[in-house]
């Protein structure tokens, strides 16, 4: 049986950096908002690349056989908190008992059972691979979007699971109708 993660205020949306982010860790970057309620947030950065490890190379450090179809699989920094802890944001055509539900189609396991499927060519049909992930204490994302550091979006599996990394940045804000360079810091007031 799988679990629900707790779903509320933004889980399931985009978070994209406004072009003015100060923190280079997330300096152009769209956030899938896994989990967002009273205690906080997690979401992993899903346009950014993570250098110096392929897959491959993850599976032969779990022990896990590597096929070919490996090798076209992608790590991504899934931001800056527990760098060493893999997630798999998913389709939800593949479910484990410790596979978490995020939205309608989207689903987040964090287990090697999972890897283990990939490489073996069970695993979910569309997915990101991300080490580590992005987090907010209480009430820390919402004055983040009150400061204006972030716009959300609507999340779509087209957009999220989509293999150019480096378009993602303008395809979330194109779905909002926005001109990037038109946006700007200073939040408004009536």
Known sequence: ??????????????????????DPRFARTVVYLCAHNAEGAMGLVVNRALGGLTFPQLLEQ??????????AIRILFGGPVEVGRGFVLHSDDYLHDNTMRVAEGVALTAT??????????????????ALGYAGWGSGQLDNEIRDN??????????LLFAPDLERKYE?????????????SGEAGHA
Do not use: F
């Not at 049986?1 to 072009?19: E, F, H, K, V």
């Not at 779990?62 to 090798?71: G, H, Y």
């Not at 090697?112 to 691979?129: F, T, Y």
């Open 112 to 129: 090697v059972d999972v890897l283990r499927a990939i490489a073996e060519g069970n695993g979910p049909s569309r997915m990101l691979l």
């Open 62 to 71: 779990l022990e896990i056989p590597s096929t070919s179809e490996c090798e």
């Open 149 to 158: 550091a972030w716009l959300i979006a609507p999340s779509d599996p087209d």
């Open 1 to 22: 049986m799988s679990q629900t993660m707790t779903t509320g205020y933004l889980a399931g949306q985009l978070l994209i950096a406004m072009p003015q982010m100060s």
């Open 171 to 183: 395809q979330a804000i194109h779905k909002l109708g926005i001109d990037v360079g038109l946006l």
